[in-house]
């Protein structure tokens, strides 16, 4: 194969820059043409691709968000959008496209390798939400950054003896929620897998007042919403003081963390070197610290599971 193309795709996640400056060197030193396609799928249907070369990618591995802009595109989803971006595709002559996003775009993916289109899937979300790999680029840069705010927060929980609710990303994997509350040190973490009452959490809260903590902290993931409804009980059960901080996007911004960089360079490599040997239609992934690539459609009807010893050490850790 020897022309190429990389978007991104979907929500941005930190990490993304290092997995396009991977492909856009390993691609150039395998004597490839590198496109990027600028503003996700939307850009591919409207023709918005550039060649990139080895300066295009210079000082980007230390930055959050992605160079080449993303989007979450309806017209996509049409089988004329469908048609259009084959058609962008097969005029520029790429052979091969790489698609670093989540489960959407990877879906998206899909569909174009089955319109003939030999695809590669890099995952990149914050959620990590995807079933056969253990994490996805972007995820703990995500959980470090969690982690900062519940540290800064608890400094006030415990001035002023109140609860804090802490609402994190991750549609509807507690993942974020978990390993950040974890990290944090949370009083309790609230998540979509597990079911609970806000009874359950207030009696949590009051037992570690008994104990003479003075800070607590709640982390509910946005799958479970209500996070003023948890707080507002929380008071009206325990007296006491509960304030809400819904954390949003600076979740999905800042610089990647090693982990993720390290990540993303050795899958976007990876991901060219099976372009090189014309293999596609696969997802990468990692698992036991190890890259690996697996059929896409298989990849995902993989079913996400929840890290359930994690959730039963909180248990302890958080009497
Ligand atoms: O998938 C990443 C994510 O940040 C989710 O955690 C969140 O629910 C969603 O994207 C927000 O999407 P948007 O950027 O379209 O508001």
Redesign the pocket.
């Known amino acids: 194969m020897k022309k190429i193309a990389v978007l991104t795709s ?2 941005d ?1 930190p990490g993304m820059n290092a997995a396009i400056r991977s492909i856009v060197r390993t691609g150039i030193f395998e004597d490839m043409i590198i496109y990027g396609v600028q503003g996700g799928y939307q850009g591919l249907i409207n023709g918005d691709l550039m060649e990139l070369n080895i300066a295009s990618v210079a000082d980007i591995i230390q930055r959050g968000g992605t160079i080449l802009g993303t989007s ?1 595109s309806d017209e996509f989803e049409t089988e004329e959008g469908l048609k259009k971006a084959m058609n962008i595709l097969s005029v520029y002559g790429i052979e091969g496209l790489i698609v670093l996003g ?1 489960d959407g775009s990877f879906r998206g993916a899909l569909e174009l390798s089955r319109l003939g289109m030999t695809v590669i899937g890099i995952p990149c ?3 990590n939400d995807l079933g056969y790999t253990d994490y996805t680029i972007g995820f703990f840069t995500a959980v470090s950054t969690v982690t900062d705010a519940i540290n800064k927060i608890r400094d006030t929980s415990s001035s002023h003896g109140r609860a804090n609710v802490v609402e994190v ?3 509807s994997c507690g993942d974020i929620a978990l390993y950040a509350g974890i990290a944090g040190g949370a009083e309790s973490i609230v998540v979509p897998e597990k079911t609970f009452t806000n009874e359950q959490v207030a009696k949590k809260t009051l037992e570690g007042k008994k104990r003479g903590k003075r800070h607590h902290i709640i982390v509910v993931a ?1 799958g479970v919403g209500k996070p003023y409804e948890i707080a507002k009980d929380v008071t009206d059960i325990t007296g006491i003081d509960t304030r809400v901080t819904i954390l949003g ?1 600076i ?2 911004g800042g610089a990647p963390n090693v982990t993720d960089r390290i990540m993303a360079t050795a899958m976007g490599h990876e991901a060219v070197m099976l372009l090189c040997q014309n293999v596609g239609n696969c997802a990468m992934g990692v698992k036991n610290n190890e890259v690996f690539s697996m059929d896409l459609e298989k990849a995902l009807e993989v079913p996400k599971s929840f890290n359930e010893d994690l959730y039963e050490v909180l248990k302890v850790v958080s009497i």
């Open positions: 979907g929500g996640s979450r989540g979300t914050i959620d990303m991750g549609r946005e996007y979740q999905r």
